[in-house]
């Protein structure tokens, strides 16, 4: 057996665990209620033409072009309609509604008449063509007309889109299945107040909320002691209900981070640590049949690397395209290199009066706590001079953040 890759760079890292996921996208019907954040299993087409008949495009009066011609045409008393009568020789007509009688093929817009005393004496406008402000069958939607393909993922416009089509059920792919196992004998649950040597166990709870976001399902185990048998049960188990399982906490370098070791004896280890820190520790293994990534404990690497690791690949099973987004900015403080590793900076970015965007380093002292206090971050080798003052960088976008 291969040993383990160190050092690996994100996108092979990425690519090497959706290599392994034996996610299989069945359909499932959801009422289109409750479609928004699914990702759509099969094209989707209108059911009916819309609008069904030929209709008014705004609010005004719609007449027979061919009787319209005969006023506007004759030798005497040209333009003069006050010889209409309503129902009759035109009607009124509301954007959307039918013409009354299917003679009727032309429309003008209200602001374009004059009434007096409630009957039509003129239309102003003078370049009246056949047929115009008439809405036709299927012009707005045809029937059996491509709504969205599979792999769209579906927005509020698309349930508008979807119900002008007539469809009410939608298609869509089954949400991959994400267990949670956190680790660690310090850890207790966030009802209980933490005792001496005691951690309150927090990242469970933003994983499971972007895991929702992302359109995964959580599936959320206890805390998991220190203990090397019950934790590889435990990701044997879990390998039996879930398409990927993440593994948090003991994959450092401590007396009691077992975490890689029992990847290792309960599957396979194909890399034990990334190209950059915080969470420099995160692996990846295969127990199973399933793969499982092994984050960090402290809440800030492991936000990070969740976002860097784990996003991905539920895109990846679900279709949708995943991006980095990269913005240029100005950096306000010097920022030197990490003394252990190269190192994944959080920044702060901010945008001046004038729209020029800044820069400034997060106390990585407090990184833990301040998880809401960076919506950037940057790549800094630790064989370098670092980063300048008032030099333009280009930062890398946090998950969440892109509307700066």
């Given at each position: 057996?291969?040993?383990?890759?160190?050092?690996?760079?994100?996108d092979?890292?990425?690519?090497?665990?959706?290599?392994?996921?034996k996610?299989s996208?069945?359909?499932?019907?959801?009422?289109?209620?409750?479609?928004?954040?699914?990702?759509?299993?099969?094209?989707?087409?209108?059911?009916?033409?819309?609008?069904?008949?030929?209709?008014?495009?705004w609010?005004?009066?719609?007449?027979s072009?061919?009787?319209?011609?005969?006023?506007?045409?004759r030798?005497?008393?040209?333009?003069?309609?006050?010889?209409?009568?309503?129902?009759v020789?035109y009607?009124?007509?509301?954007?959307?509604?039918?013409?009354s009688r299917?003679?009727?093929?032309?429309m003008?817009?209200?602001?374009?008449?004059?009434?007096?005393?409630?009957?039509?004496?003129?239309?102003?406008?003078?370049d009246?063509?056949r047929?115009?402000?008439?809405?036709?069958?299927?012009?707005?939607?045809?029937?059996?007309?491509?709504?969205?393909?599979?792999?769209t993922?579906?927005?509020?416009?698309?349930?508008?889109?979807?119900?002008?089509?007539?469809?009410m059920?939608?298609?869509v792919?089954?949400?991959?299945?994400?267990?949670?196992?956190?680790?660690g004998?310090?850890?207790?649950?966030?009802?209980?107040?933490?005792g001496?040597?005691?951690?309150?166990?927090s990242?469970?709870?933003?994983m499971?909320?972007?895991?929702?976001?992302?359109?995964?399902?959580?599936?959320?185990?206890?805390?998991q002691?220190d203990n090397?048998?019950?934790?590889?049960?435990t990701?044997?188990?879990?390998?039996?209900?879930?398409?990927?399982?993440?593994a948090?906490?003991?994959?450092?370098?401590?007396?009691?981070?077992?975490?890689?070791?029992?990847?290792?004896?309960?599957?396979?280890?194909?890399?034990?640590?990334?190209?950059?820190?915080?969470?420099?520790?995160?692996?990846?293994?295969v127990v199973?049949g399933?793969?499982?990534?092994?984050?960090?404990?402290?809440?800030?690497?492991e936000?990070?690397?969740f976002?860097?690791?784990?996003?991905?690949?539920v895109?990846?099973?679900?279709?949708r395209?995943?991006?980095?987004?990269?913005?240029e900015?100005v950096?306000d403080?010097?920022?030197?290199?990490?003394?252990k590793?190269?190192?994944?900076y959080?920044?702060?970015?901010?945008?001046?009066?004038?729209?020029?965007?800044?820069?400034?380093?997060?106390?990585?002292?407090?990184?833990?706590?301040?998880?809401?206090?960076h919506n950037g971050?940057?790549f800094v080798r630790?064989?370098?001079?670092?980063?300048?003052?008032?030099?333009?960088?280009?930062?890398?976008?946090r998950?969440g953040?892109e509307?700066?």
């Amino acid at each position: 057996m291969s040993e383990a890759i160190d050092n690996i760079h994100r996108d092979d890292a990425v690519k090497l665990i959706c290599s392994h996921m034996k996610y299989s996208p069945e359909k499932e019907i959801v009422a289109l209620s409750d479609a928004c954040g699914r990702t759509v299993f099969e094209d989707i087409r209108s059911r009916y033409d819309v609008p069904a008949v030929r209709c008014s495009r705004w609010d005004g009066i719609v007449f027979s072009y061919d009787a319209y011609r005969e006023i506007m045409d004759r030798e005497t008393n040209a333009g003069d309609f006050s010889s209409w009568k309503e129902g009759v020789d035109y009607s009124y007509s509301n954007t959307g509604i039918p013409a009354s009688r299917e003679e009727f093929d032309t429309m003008v817009m209200i602001e374009q008449t004059r009434f007096e005393d409630g009957c039509l004496r003129e239309i102003l406008q003078n370049d009246v063509e056949r047929e115009q402000n008439i809405i036709f069958p299927g012009e707005k939607m045809a029937q059996g007309e491509l709504l969205a393909s599979a792999g769209t993922y579906v927005t509020p416009a698309h349930l508008n889109i979807f119900a002008m089509g007539g469809v009410m059920t939608v298609p869509v792919k089954r949400k991959p299945r994400v267990a949670i196992i956190p680790t660690g004998d310090e850890l207790v649950p966030g009802v209980l107040q933490p005792g001496p040597g005691q951690t309150v166990e927090s990242n469970s709870y933003s994983m499971a909320a972007k895991l929702k976001e992302w359109g995964a399902v959580p599936l959320l185990w206890p805390i998991q002691p220190d203990n090397p048998e019950l934790i590889q049960a435990t990701l044997r188990s879990a390998a039996k209900e879930a398409d990927l399982i993440v593994a948090g906490g003991g994959s450092g370098r401590g007396l009691r981070d077992y975490m890689q070791d029992n990847l290792s004896a309960a599957g396979r280890l194909y890399f034990s640590s990334v190209y950059h820190g915080p969470g420099k520790r995160t692996g990846f293994a295969v127990v199973d049949g399933t793969p499982v990534i092994s984050l960090v404990g402290p809440p800030g690497g492991e936000e990070m690397t969740f976002d860097f690791y784990v996003k991905p690949v539920v895109f990846s099973c679900l279709g949708r395209e995943f991006r980095i987004t990269s913005v240029e900015a100005v950096l306000d403080e010097d920022l030197p290199p990490h003394h252990k590793t190269d190192f994944m900076y959080p920044l702060l970015l901010t945008r001046t009066p004038d729209g020029v965007l800044h820069a400034s380093p997060v106390d990585m002292g407090r990184f833990d706590r301040d998880l809401t206090g960076h919506n950037g971050y940057i790549f800094v080798r630790k064989a370098s001079d670092g980063l300048r003052k008032g030099s333009t960088i280009t930062v890398e976008i946090r998950t969440g953040c892109e509307n700066l």
